[in-house]
C-alpha cells in the first residue's frame, strides 16, 4: 500500500518523531487511530490492563526499543532487497 502526504502533514509527522522518539510508522499509525477515534465515538474503547505490577526500570528506554526494532527492520529491508 502507497500514502502519499501532504507536506505539511509530513512535517507535523517528522516533529512528532523528533518529539516522541517513535518511528515513522508508529507515529503514522497513532495518529490515525487517534483521528479514527475520535471522529466515531460509538467505538467502544478497550481498558488496558498492565500484566506486571513492577515500574518499568529505569535504565531501560522505551525509546531504546524503538530504535533497535527501526534497525532490525533496516537491516531486514536491505538483506530483502540485496543492498
Do not use: K
Not at 516533529?15 to 503514522?28: A, C, D, H, I, K
Not at 499509525?29 to 526500570?57: E, K
Not at 525509546?63 to 537491516?75: I, Q, S, T, V, Y
Request: aromatic share 8%; charged share 20%; hydrophobic share 45%.
Amino acid at each position: 500500500m502507497t500514502v502519499t502526504l501532504d507536506p505539511d502533514t509530513m512535517v507535523l509527522l517528522r516533529e512528532e518523531m523528533m518529539r516522541s522518539g517513535f518511528s515513522f510508522n508508529e507515529v503514522l499509525n497513532q495518529s490515525f487511530l487517534r483521528s479514527l477515534l475520535a471522529a466515531a465515538p460509538g467505538i467502544a474503547r478497550h481498558a488496558v490492563t498492565p500484566n506486571f505490577t513492577a515500574p518499568f526500570p529505569s535504565e531501560l528506554s522505551i525509546g531504546d526499543f524503538n530504535r533497535l526494532a527501526n534497525e532490525l527492520d533496516d537491516d531486514a529491508t536491505v538483506s530483502e532487497f540485496g543492498m
